[in-house]
């Protein structure tokens, strides 16, 4: 990684559009499909550690959602956030991938998290393996036990088929949603939740 971002003072602008290193020599939409699978490979991983460790307090404030819909996929605690976008994005440029390119991809996630979160019951169909859909993330956030700790993948269903964490029945459908948690209805409760003892 260059010593500084900083040459005389301005940003380097050939390190901000094409980063550096091997991943700077490949044409921006190749850094942009490499960082996607490689984010998201990070992003499953985070996923499942929020679920599975002290973090759950701040990860359960997103599933205390009991109706979920687009806007669930911003109902997050701020360290929750804060982590897994730190977490997503500094090994990436760390690579030296382009912050360019990062900044290219960041709205299709975000597309992506809005959609997998709408009160939609669809999948791809036959490529329902190959990219999540509202029917995925569903199974994710139902509160049913046998879906528990399931589907933690935001883009490619693969991390959880090769993990063994992947839930798709095709004869039914998720009913209810939430978490056994006891997250408060109000903002401010939400925020100090994770902080409370348990």
């Known amino acids: 990684m260059p010593v500084a971002l900083l040459a005389y003072g301005k940003l380097d602008r050939e390190l901000l559009l094409n980063g550096f290193g091997p991943a700077s020599r490949l044409p921006v939409w190749q850094q942009g499909a490499l960082m996607l699978i490689i984010a998201d490979f990070i992003g499953y991983w985070m996923h499942r550690w929020f679920h599975g460790s002290r973090l759950w307090r701040f990860h359960a404030v997103h599933h205390s959602s009991v109706d979920l819909d687009w806007l669930s996929a911003v109902r997050l605690h701020p360290?929750?956030?804060?982590?897994?976008?730190?977490?997503?994005?500094?090994?990436?440029?760390?690579?030296?991938?382009?912050?360019a390119a990062l900044a290219g991809i960041a709205p299709v996630l975000t597309l992506m998290a809005i959609l997998v979160h709408a009160n939609l019951d669809w999948d791809w169909g036959p490529l329902r393996w190959a990219v999540v859909s509202p029917r995925f993330h569903r199974w994710h956030h139902t509160d049913e036990a046998n879906a528990r700790d399931k589907n933690f993948a935001g883009l490619l269903p693969l991390w959880?088929?090769?993990?063994?964490?992947?839930?798709?029945?095709?004869?039914?459908?998720?009913?209810q949603f939430g978490t056994a948690s006891p997250v408060p209805a109000g903002l401010i409760g939400q925020m100090l939740f994770p902080f409370r003892r348990a």
């Open 160 to 175: 959880d088929i090769l993990f063994g964490t992947y839930y798709m029945p095709r004869d039914r459908v998720p009913q």
């Open 79 to 99: 360290v929750n956030d804060a982590v897994m976008r730190i977490a997503g994005a500094v090994p990436l440029l760390a690579l030296g991938f382009s912050p």
